[in-house]
């Protein structure tokens, strides 16, 4: 684990645990507002999850999705009959079992980790059922980034991971 991935958790952890200390507390109180720790609490365990729970290709992929997300970026989805054109990223979230669960304008989609192989290209990534029997494309209007891939070699050797565009592992490895 890299040491800023570390600093991360430790954070979480923190967040967490402060979380559950003021839950307790409001345990007693008959509000809305407990609701809404609680699922702050959810979140706080869906990014946790990023780090512990999913591979190294479904982890760029979140956080390409998340940098679309924060950056106003735009993603479209096609899987197999379905079809959504470009828009927001509303959600992101990594549930139990390398779950991952996206929901795109009105659209939601989910995948598991452990289920599935990855194809990156510059500007969408390929999802494929290890099976070979489903596929899920995404499409984003913001493409990867040479800096975000270098935080990612590990990606050169993961056996998840079956294609890679030849621009992505040049920046992978450092090459110009």
């Known amino acids: 684990m890299r ?18 200390k003021a839950l307790k507390k409001a345990g007693k109180v008959r509000s809305i507002h407990v609701r809404k720790f609680e699922r702050l609490i ?8 990023v780090f512990e729970d999913i591979s190294i290709p479904a982890r760029l992929i979140v956080e390409q999705l998340l ?17 959504q054109a470009f828009t927001g990223v509303e959600s992101v979230k990594v ?18 980790d452990g ?9 969408k990534v390929e ?12 499409l984003f209007s ?8 270098e935080r990612f070699p590990e990606i050169l050797t993961s056996p998840k991971v079956i294609y890679i565009h030849p621009q992505l592992e040049n920046w992978m490895r450092g090459v110009q």
């Open 142 to 149: 913001i493409a990867f980034n040479r800096q975000t891939l």
């Open 95 to 112: 549930e139990e079992f390398g779950i991952i669960r996206v929901k795109l304008g009105n659209v939601e989609i989910s995948w598991r």
């Open 42 to 49: 959810d979140e706080l365990l869906s990014e946790r999850r």
């Open 67 to 83: 940098e679309s997300q924060f950056k106003v970026g735009q993603v479209a989805l096609e899987a197999e009959y379905l079809r």
């Open 115 to 123: 289920s599935y192989s990855y194809y990156l290209y510059p500007d």
């Open 3 to 20: 040491e800023e991935d570390a600093i991360l958790l430790e954070c979480l952890e923190d967040v967490y645990h402060a979380f559950e």
């Open 127 to 138: 999802l494929r059922a290890t099976d070979e029997k489903s596929a899920i494309k995404l």
